[in-house]
């Protein structure tokens, strides 16, 4: 049994501890938000915020190695869309398919959390190991400026 | 907007009961998005047909026949119904057409979405606003004539009496539906023409919108199939044991027509309960099959080429290939299957719900008519969503085990067992006479496409032939054109080269007037085609009407090292009118990560009879820090909309390849271009006195050895990184000083794809940069 706080709210979850955090979002707590990429960390699809500081594949974080900690999802960021990255996607019709967004959008929540106004260059290097297939990257970069009142 | 599965719920409330009680009351009776039934509750809907439904708060409801898959496709072609009844675009949602609510087929691809349903949804709208028009013309006792409709609002002309469409749908309801209602002039659109965000975003960046794989219904179980390791191999014994010792497994056996599955209760135990399965493979004929067999293949399976005339003053030649290419669409193929004794229903993320319910039927022998098909959001398709064996197998796993689930492949199953563009080789020989004129064009293909280019030349020869190969292909954005425009494009350059000529001029020159020369021309004059650039850069031209008549400037510039940056690409598109430019600025943007990632770094190879490539890592696509400006300019239009899927991708490959020409004189006419060593000289940034290392084995394929001596260093560590031919840092690690700075590390680089790399040794001031080449 592994108890950790999502969106706020205190969980606990019966799975094996090796259980990467992603299929325990998607398969036991519903929440499919987070998106399952690759499964070995590096298209940035499942991304989530641990601890409201850090991003975290989630695909490659145990549920074990949870214990105890605070997970942000996508459906945690806002309840109405009011997050500025949340909004600043919306205006700028950030999404094509929309399915890597989720992940794109949770490592930008981390990103100004550690780098409030990001440059160009802050934001290539924090963003690049989240693909977007459609090959929205210009707008993402610009809703991230926005977000960021820049 | 609200999330898709209610659209779904929806879309059936309103048909089954709504469709029966159109022009009366429609008692509702619907499940929420969970499934759970909710009371019914009486209301008033106008449905005058099947794509438009007004509820009496004003929530209009559009109907979409096609799939979303990041094209915008529910966002345009609502568009052009709320423009045609004057909705109130606040007040608008979605839903999805399913192969039996009557609108039409559901086939999404071609580029065609658009195009089809232009006339038809401008008419279906146009209806519906006639029939609001007439009952409040009725209810105010006036004229129509005397009434206009603007945002969801019936106004009185020569008077100040206004009723909103909600209002009015009890007695629009009434109304006999026009047979021929009038259309706008497109001089009067309010909607179409402006920049409007995809509808679903706000569900998007909620995490609420759902794609095929967060589909969850009651009692679903999860399930994956194992893969063969190559075309043809077969399992000879497998031993389950282990696996269905694991929590979570419910089956590990075969299924009819799939192979040997694994039923679980979650994912996670699925994808484990396959990797604990001992298999013995027999391997199958196709064993030994490689890429460079099947290059050999091609090459020699191309048979004759014809030539130009004897009469040219001056021939040329020269040879393209080009590689397999996987959709790899970020949601991996899957769908959700509820096979039951005399019917079933699907969710699905397809381009083809017509084909899914036919496919359905085939493998269960249910009537097509007793299958529901929903088709949920699709996480990208790029024509690999035109196939349906991900429903086949569901439907045979949920038939078999009598239980709904949903079925997915992992990603290496979905990059191993994808129906890829296909690998083609092409030969072309061009003639000029003493001016530099064109005499002749020969274009051959083996497995790829070869059309004739749009330029006035005479007699242009272009055909195809096949080498038959047990790699399945399929379409991929833009299908044939990938192959066929890449290299006509290349070659009118080589040709106008050939002649001395300008690119821009030796193209424009060539082409007759219209909207393809109009695009050529702006595209140079927004790139600022004659404006002088720095040594090492250089800018490309390409242009093509394969869809919509397009042209791309793409400006790049290569360091003596040979590290290519792609500074800014240029785009020109006559698209007939847009319908919504904020999405064709989209498909645009979109289409040029997908091929700048092809061009320079993706490819499907073939080793031991299988896909070698299984995830990103060795399939890669364009990242953030390689991401160009792309600049797109719309040529103004009022002509009927072409369509914008797959027009901006072909005309980019060639004018980066034209541009890394002109900025290095290096021909690139194999792809990836990351192949290909872009060095002006080999080992550039080694200084003598700063020290030397050495690389070995060179080239390598999967660990290399790197030792060297620093002067200036002879403590701490020394740094070592790998860059991409983009100068993208692909791996980073250190090795610590023996004595005198020396130092020995050896380095796994086997994920990554074969190509040119550079090595970067450094120690506080001191670097030294050399080129790698991974096999």
Known sequence: ?150 | MESISEDHDSSRRSFLLGMAATGALAFSTFSNATGELMIPEPSVSFEPNTWVKIDPDGTTTITVAKSEMGQGVRTSLAMIIAEEMDADWSKVKVRQARPDTGNGGLFTGGSGSVIWSYDMLRKAGATVKAMLISAAAKKWNVAESNCMASSGVISEKNGSRKILYGELTDDAAKISVPSNPSLKSTGDFKLIGTPKPHIDNPDVVSGKAKYGLDVRIPGMKFAVMVRMPAYGASISSFDATETLKLPGILKAENVQGVGLVVLADNTYAALKGREALKIEWNMGSNATLNSAKISEQMKSGIGTVADVPASSAKKIEAHYELPYLAHATMEVMNCVADIRQSSAEIWCPTQVGDDIRNAVANVTGLSANSITVNTTLLGGGFGRRLNTDYASIAARISKAFKVPVLFMFSRQDDMRGDAYRPASYHICKGGLDSTGKVTGWVHKTVNGEASNPPYQIQSPNSNSTSVGLPIPTGAWRSVGHTSSIFVNECFIDELAVAAGKDPFEFRHNLLPNGKLKTVLEKVAELAEWTKPLPKGWGRGIACTDAYSAIAHVVEVSVSNAGILKVERIVAVVDCGIAINPMGVEAQIQGASVDALSTALKSEITIENGGVKQSTFRDFEWLRMNEMPKVEVHIIPSTASPNGMGEAGFPSVSPALCNAIFNATGIRVRTLPIQKTSLAAVDDPEINNNIGEINVFPSPFTSFFKVEGQLNTASSGEVLISIQNLLGSTLLETSAPFTNNGKFSQEINFSPASAGVYFLTVKSGSALIMRKIVKE
């Open chain 1, 1 to 150: 049994m592994t108890t950790l706080t999502i969106n706020g709210q205190q969980k606990t979850l019966d799975v094996p501890p090796d259980m990467p955090l992603l299929w325990a979002l998607r398969d036991i707590l519903g929440l499919t938000g987070t998106k399952y990429g690759c499964g070995v960390g590096v298209c940035g699809a499942c991304t989530v915020l641990v601890d409201n500081s850090t991003a975290a594949r989630s695909c490659l974080t145990t549920v074990a190695e949870m214990e105890g900690k605070s997970i942000t999802t996508i459906e945690g960021l806002s309840t109405d869309n009011s997050h500025p990255l949340q909004k600043a996607w919306i205006e700028l019709g950030v999404p094509q398919c929309g399915y890597c967004q989720a992940g794109q959008i949770m490592n930008a929540t981390a990103l100004l959390i550690k780098t409030p106004k990001p440059t160009d260059e802050d934001i290539n290097l924090w963003m690049k190991d989240d693909i977007c297939r459609c090959g929205t990257y210009q707008r993402i970069r610009a809703a991230i400026h926005q977000a960021a009142g820049q």
